[in-house]
């Protein structure tokens, strides 16, 4: 295996090299929102690059899901188990099927892993690095769960609005949501004074509020903003 180590490397373009820092984006957002059981690397094989190029939440991993020398680790100086999963990827890659692997695997630090490598094709179609997903099985699954628990401030919307019965005063209702938004935004002190009504807008733009009717105009009165504001807000928010 080592000895093909410096044929499974290629010749990075520019737009190749866009392409890798986008899934750096991307790999940085995703491990945010998998929380600490989840070690997310970006690998490149580009003749002059690092190996792995980004790691978020690093934990125990083999070598192949760890910096293999900050310096000059490149792939020819990668793990032989690291070469395996691009050897396979390449394979998969030639006989027409998705790059992808999944196995299961021990850490340097004896726990257990599940990871899965997504080949990422270049310009060219090529393979030109790959994606590494390792959930540690040794976490408890309670620890899992506590990532994805709602903010204090949000304690009391776990569930969407919902538009009351048509035949109601349903703009009591619509004032009483926003409102109790507003409150709870404003005391929070997380939350940077001056982006405190840009918070209210991105929680009332993700509950569905603002696709009822008049709901801007109610939004806008209780914060004491112009309708044109909410619309900046709500559009900053989709770009």
Do not use: W
Request: overall charge neutral; glycine content about 6%; proline content about 4%.
């Amino acid at each position: 295996m080592r000895k093909n180590s410096k044929r499974l490397s290629v010749v990075i373009s520019e737009a190749d090299r866009q392409l890798l820092n986008s899934y750096c984006t991307f790999c940085s957002c995703i491990s945010t929102y998998l929380g600490k059981a989840y070690e997310v690397v970006v690998h490149s094989f580009g003749e002059s690059d690092n190996f792995t190029i980004s790691v978020f939440n690093p934990s125990g991993r083999v070598p192949m899901e760890r910096k293999v020398n900050t310096a000059n680790g490149s792939i020819e100086k990668a793990s032989d188990a690291a070469l395996g999963t691009v050897e396979q990827l390449h394979a998969k890659l030639k006989h027409g099927e998705d790059p992808i692997t999944v196995g299961f695997g021990i850490g340097e630090d004896g726990k257990t892993y599940k990871s899965a490598s997504i080949g990422i094709l270049g310009s060219a179609g090529n393979l030109i690095g790959m994606i590494c997903v390792n959930c540690c099985l040794d976490v408890p699954f309670s620890e899992i769960l506590r990532t994805f628990a709602i903010p204090s401030y949000l304690d009391t919307m776990t569930l969407p609005f919902t538009m009351p019965d048509p035949n109601s005063r349903y703009e009591t209702s619509l004032a009483q949501t926003i409102t109790s938004i507003r409150d709870k935004v404003m005391n929070d002190p997380t939350v940077p004074a001056k982006f405190k009504r840009k918070e209210i807008v991105r929680l009332l733009n993700e509950m569905g509020v603002f696709k009822i009717k008049n709901a801007i105009q109610i939004s806008a009165d209780a914060l004491g903003i112009t309708i044109a504001t909410i619309y900046m807000h709500i559009r900053n928010l989709e770009e």
